[in-house]
């Protein structure tokens, strides 16, 4: 298959730009240099795409207006229906809206409450339908066929993935020598739109992707030529939790796209605090996933100036608690000990004082007793512990063992 023969083109990138040139739907996301990355990865500059800070909180407005627009220019058009895990709800939502057309977005009931409030607010009939997307996209397409609307699929259209390649033209301009971009991945629609972009200003950068390791298809859809898919998907990055690619967006991933990887939730995770702490910017797991990419050894940045792509903000506060929680623990940040005592009085204040007296905060802490390994008059202590990372975690451990006791990390 030759370039031209692919379902989206150069062409069809340059004429969503053309439509979207309003700035109160989509803008211009600016990008920033970060050097504590660049130390981190070898990178010799790591410059983000900071696309979380577009109006939506993602890129996906840039689609979803493109498609709506243009069936607008082909006739008549009064509804759309999508479904979407929250941020394609709301980009459909903003540019049916904007556009004066009613929207129905079908959402999975573990869609975060940020999000469906969210695509309520900007106008969107919220619809609570199915445990993942698959379920709720079934639930839209026959919806959509029994009410005569336009079905706006999240990435599997023409016209969305070209209105995503917007976003590619914006990248290769801020950073026009750019070696490599990093671009996550759900379904597909965001990372062919941008590659298609490249492909055509900047075909010598290399197009990398990043899915979640326990949401990823595109790798096995690449080997075996056909799209695949997972019955049930387990990321924090519900942003790229689709479970499935498309043929359309198989077929330009396998001409533009030089590199697949994958990624952990517990690297996500760390990628989210990371940006919070060295770059200042929160974003949800999908936004994080680049950055989880490049601190990985997944993908080699030595001596490259690299852009990864942070694609989206929308985080749940009760995720971000849990991403918090995971990554200050796997730091030993948070630390839960054990401790062997002797159940008598006073062993809990002792204890409680050699903590203390190491300038650490004792969160919570509680007796077992009732337990098979424990004699009679014997007890374990179990100490949450908020300390200043791993070398002030071993000090109290070893504070405590000096002190006579015997002492497990339980994290």
Not at 72 to 97: F, I, K, P, Y
Not at 205 to 231: C, F, H, N, Y
Not at 372 to 390: H, K, N, P, R
């Amino acid at each position: 298959m030759s370039r031209d023969e692919l379902p989206v083109t150069f062409a069809d990138v340059e004429a969503a730009r053309e439509r979207l040139d309003d700035p109160s739907i989509v803008k211009r996301t600016p990008v920033e240099r970060n050097t504590s990355l660049e130390a981190m990865t070898g990178a010799t500059e790591v410059m983000l795409k900071l696309e979380h800070l577009q109006w939506t909180g993602s890129f996906k407005t840039r689609g979803a207006y493109n498609k709506i627009q243009r069936c607008l220019e082909e006739g008549e058009l009064e509804r759309v229906v999508a479904a979407s895990a929250g941020n394609h709800a709301q980009g459909v939502a903003l540019a049916a809206t904007k556009l004066g057309v009613d929207s129905t977005i079908v959402m999975p009931t573990t869609a975060p409450q940020t999000k469906i409030d969210a695509t309520r607010g900007y106008g969107g009939t919220v619809e609570l339908v199915g445990k993942d997307f698959q379920e709720a996209t079934n639930f839209a397409r026959e919806l959509a066929g029994e009410s005569e609307a336009e079905f706006v699929h999240a990435f599997d259209d023409p016209a969305i993935v070209a209105g995503q390649g917007t976003l590619g033209l914006e990248m290769v301009e801020d950073v026009p020598e750019v070696d490599t971009v990093v671009v996550p991945i759900g379904g597909g629609g965001l990372i062919s739109g941008i590659a298609t972009a490249f492909a055509e200003r900047s075909p010598e950068t290399r197009i990398v992707g990043v899915q979640a390791a326990e949401a990823a298809t595109v790798s096995d859809s690449l080997d075996k030529g056909v799209p695949q898919t997972l019955d049930t998907v387990d990321t924090i990055a519900d942003g790229i939790a689709t479970g499935g690619i498309s043929e359309l967006t198989l077929s330009i991933m396998e001409r533009h796209v030089d590199e697949v990887v994958t990624v952990t939730n517990g690297e996500i995770a760390e990628a989210v605090l990371v940006l919070l702490e060295r770059a200042k910017q929160l974003v949800e797991g999908a936004g994080a996933a680049a950055v989880a990419a490049i601190r990985s050894d997944a993908v080699d940045v030595d001596g490259e100036r690299i852009m990864p792509l942070l694609c989206g903000g929308n985080l749940d506060m009760t995720m971000l608690r849990a991403i918090l929680i995971h990554a200050l623990t796997h730091r030993e940040q948070i630390l839960r000990l054990r401790v062997h005592i002797d159940d008598r009085p006073g062993k809990m204040a002792e204890l409680s004082g050699v903590i203390a007296d190491h300038g650490a905060n004792i969160q919570t802490v509680r007796h077992d007793r009732v337990l098979e390994d424990l004699d009679v008059g014997e007890a374990y202590l179990i100490f949450q512990v908020e300390t200043s990372g791993a070398e002030h975690a071993r000090k109290i451990i070893e504070a405590i063992a000096d002190h006579g006791y015997e002492v497990d990390v339980v994290n």
